[in-house]
T-cell receptor, first 109, second 116 residues
Framework: AQRVTQPEKLLSVFKGAPVELKCNYS??????LFWYVQYSRQRLQLLLR??SRESIKGFTADLNKGETSFHLKKPFAQEEDSAMYYC???????????FGQGTRLTINP | GAVVSQHPSRVICKSGTSVKIECRSL??????MFWYRQFPKQSLMLMAT?????????EQGVEKDKFLINHASLTLSTLTVTSAHPEDSSFYIC????????????FGPGTRLTVL
């Protein structure tokens, strides 16, 4: 069964501190992993995907198949990073997404 | 980037009535669209996959006779909540894939349904 787990519902860090949002998944095949973000009063939007191995807004995420994890990291948090973050999974080549429970990140000044 | 719109953004209806929610891809075509439901402070739950020109595919536990989906064109999918009850009150969100190699989904702004 496909499952995405984000163990932290809430995460609060100070501006300038490192941030790590945890994501673990369960999938029998080769998954595609994504991080989506929802800023206040805005729609859900893609932040980054593991396939492209890119850094967006200073965030990176590495797929660890051994630990079945796809944690989102940023070395120095900024206030504008405050948002709801969702980890999501799909099968390779498939379009249907399974979402984690989401983590609300708050960056304190 | 691609834009997905939803209409209405908010609707209040009486118990027992039906409500139609539209999802449109504004600047691209989508043979597939997805409908999600989001309860307060909870994640998105996939309800069904809307397929242009064919029947929708429903996720386990979702009543297809209650949540009617019609994908009449390459830019429009509709979700009709039939005989709505207060427990159907929720935030309904649609998405459409970009069609590119990276499988990016573009999300609509959502529709807040309140059933009295």
């Amino acid at each position: 069964a496909q499952r995405v787990t984000q163990p932290e519902k809430l995460l609060s860090v100070f501006k300038g501190a490192p941030v790590e949002l945890k994501c673990n998944y369960s999938y029998s095949g080769s998954p595609e992993l994504f991080w989506y973000v929802q800023y206040s009063r805005q729609r859900l939007q893609l932040l980054l995907r593991h396939i492209s191995r890119e850094s967006i807004k200073g965030f990176t995420a590495d797929l660890n198949k051994g630990e079945t994890s796809f944690h989102l990291k940023k070395p120095f948090a900024q206030e504008e990073d405050s948002a709801m973050y969702y980890c999501a999974l799909s099968g390779r080549g498939a379009q249907k997404l399974v979402f984690g429970q989401g983590t609300r990140l708050t960056i304190n000044p | 980037g691609a834009v997905v719109s939803q209409h209405p953004s908010r609707v209040i209806c009486k118990s027992g009535t039906s409500v139609k929610i539209e999802c449109r891809s504004l600047d691209f075509q989508a043979t597939t669209m997805f409908w999600y439901r989001q309860f307060p402070k909870q994640s998105l739950m996939l309800m069904a996959t809307s397929n242009e020109g064919s029947k929708a595919t429903y996720e386990q536990g979702v009543e297809k006779d209650k949540f009617l989906i019609n994908h009449a064109s390459l830019t429009l999918s509709t979700l009709t909540v039939t005989s709505a009850h207060p427990e159907d009150s929720s935030f309904y969100i649609c998405s459409a894939p970009s069609g590119g190699s990276y499988n990016e989904q573009f999300f609509g702004p959502g529709t807040r349904l309140t059933v009295l």
